[in-house]
């Protein structure tokens, strides 16, 4: 009994460090929240800016441009989504299901035109087959053509050319989720198909398509939502869609407010793939066995099948990447002196900078969130977590609506203060610089760093922090000694493809930009919009070599987890 008496007041000893640990923990549920409203708060502008313009032009686009480009951008996201869709599902059920020459080696050469930005692989698709170019060239010179009258070519600059270079580009994300769903299947069940009488169509039209349903839709939704957002693409090819009728809007139309307008359009758009994604993928769900799988036996092809599968296999990497390699490399050794162009210099100089900033906030800013996120039980850093993701399906021109016109009006604001309590005009300090650069790069890609955060987290055994907490860690001291060094792997790899996506992000870029500032991207951009290809390739050399460093790294990670 006496025991039971000296043991009720420590009842609230031991509750008092859980009232002090939710304190604790206050300020990374408030900074979980401020980040998410950062990352928030350039759709919402979008929005708000669309809904309460200076000039009303919604009847003048619904009667005019509104509708093409609507019907253009639905063309070209359905014809992407299908080509790689396609070529991406039938690609990676190939080098999965069946051994041919240089099968190994086709699922890394597959990846590559990841590399490659699709506004690169423009340029050199009109480079080749344009009038001037080498194909109709070498067609004039053989058959003893003297013009164009005297023989038929396609239209280059079309939307059927737009559709095949984006294809080519996109395809690589539908063939990693394919591939990875096909090798995650049980060899059993192609076992008994095929006792079963099952022909090689039938297996995939009737076992494999069917279970990997929504991994294709999930790749194929990027695709969409990445066509939708492409400009330097469709801009090259003359094909008006709605993310260059925001460049037109806004920069040749002077209508901001109609720029906004069209930019929610886009967000409409997008959010519907979004939730198309969404649904396909709770709509059909399918699940291994409890024991471990039997692993899918590839069937060897020999002869002119092992031919005709790797040609398949070789055509989108041609496309996607020997051909835009090709003629950018040939341009490029035609004037070396360009290299050694000033403006290419300064161009390395600013992307380096903006996109390894970017990174290390993007990244810095994720691992706060997810921390905090997970520290703290109360909902709203909960419920606004998933929403920070939006920005990655957001296009980089929407994002610069977002961003440009409200810090803009607040670059004014503090301009005029500071003149009016000191006397002297400061100029645009947020505006007028690299800031909203950086910002719409973190906004943009916050979402690849959350979810290798997230994920990287989720791996931590809970006991590990725990022990360091009963050890006297404070809550950042289990984050820096604790988390931090388990999670260093999956940190550095959102570094580098976080610092990938912002060297080519292109948009964004062009719409935030200073006065006379360029990044590699824009430089590319500029160069070529002037059919200048020899002093754009070395800026679209280097571009491509930033990617090829994240698809090496993406390679090499696969292996590992093969291995293991």
Request: glycine share 8%; proline share 6%; aromatic share 8%.
């Amino acid at each position: 009994m006496t025991d039971q008496i000296t043991q009720l007041p420590s009842a609230p000893e031991n509750a008092a460090p859980k009232l002090r640990r939710v304190r604790r923990a206050e300020p990374w549920s408030v900074g979980a929240v401020l980040i998410a409203a950062v990352v928030l708060m350039p759709l919402i502008a979008v929005v708000w800016i669309a809904l309460h313009p200076t000039d009303n032009i919604w009847p003048h686009l619904l009667s005019t441009t509104l509708p093409r480009y609507v019907g253009t951008t639905a063309v070209l996201t359905l014809g992407v989504a299908l080509l790689a869709a396609c070529v991406g599902t039938g690609a990676a059920w190939l080098v999965t299901m069946y051994r041919f020459p240089l099968s190994r080696v086709m699922e890394w050469l597959l990846l590559l035109p990841l590399a490659i930005p699709a506004y690169v692989g423009a340029y050199a698709l009109v480079d080749f087959f344009e009038y001037a170019g080498p194909v109709q060239t070498a067609m004039r010179t053989v058959f003893g053509w003297q013009s164009s009258r005297d023989y038929y070519f396609p239209e280059i600059r079309s939307i059927g050319s737009a559709i095949i270079v984006l294809a080519a580009a996109l395809t690589p994300y539908v063939f990693l989720m394919a591939r990875s769903a096909f090798r995650e299947q049980s060899g059993s069940v192609y076992e008994t198909a095929r006792a079963l009488g099952a022909g090689p169509f039938a297996r995939f039209w009737r076992v494999g398509l069917p279970m990997t349903r929504p991994a294709i839709a999930a790749g194929t939704a990027i695709v969409m939502m990445e066509t939708v957002s492409d400009y330097g693409t469709v801009s090259y090819f003359a094909v008006q869609t709605l993310t260059t009728g925001i460049f037109s809007t806004w920069l040749e139309g002077g209508n901001a407010g109609g720029a906004a307008q069209i930019a929610s359009v886009v967000l409409l758009v997008v959010f519907l793939l979004v939730a198309l994604e969404k649904s396909s993928r709770g709509k059909a769900r399918f699940h291994a066995g409890a024991r471990h799988p039997r692993p899918i036996m590839p069937i060897r092809l020999t002869g002119l099948r092992g031919i005709v599968a790797l040609a398949l296999c070789a055509i989108p990497f041609l496309v996607g990447f020997v051909l835009p390699i090709g003629v950018i490399g040939v341009h490029a050794m035609g004037e070396p002196e360009q290299w050694a162009a000033p403006g290419l210099l300064s161009a390395l100089k600013n992307t380096l900078t903006v996109a390894g900033l970017a990174a290390i906030i993007t990244v810095t800013a994720a691992l706060f969130m997810v921390y905090g996120v997970r520290l703290t039980g109360r909902k709203l850093p909960k419920l606004l977590l998933p929403f920070t993701t939006l920005g990655y399906a957001a296009p980089g021109a929407v994002l610069g609506i977002g961003i440009l016109i409200p810090m803009a009006g607040l670059d004014h604001i503090i301009a005029d203060a500071w003149e009016r309590f000191t006397g002297r005009d400061i100029g645009l300090l947020l505006t007028g610089s690299s800031f909203a650069i950086i910002l719409a790069y973190v906004v943009r890609f916050f979402a690849i760093a959350q979810g290798a955060a997230d994920a990287a987290m989720g791996r931590v055994a809970p006991s590990l922090p725990m022990a360091a907490r009963s050890l006297g860690q404070s809550l950042s001291g289990t984050l820096r000694r604790v988390y931090v060094p388990l999670i260093r792997g999956s940190v550095g790899t959102a570094l580098l493809l976080v610092f990938v996506d912002c060297v080519k992000e292109l948009p964004a870029t062009l719409l935030l930009r200073p006065f006379n500032y360029n990044t590699l991207a824009t430089r590319v951009h500029e160069k070529a919009s002037l059919e200048q290809l020899e002093q754009a390739s070395p800026a679209a050399l280097l571009v491509v070599a930033v990617g090829l460093i994240a698809v090496i790294l993406m390679a090499r990670s696969e292996s590992a987890s093969d291995l293991t």
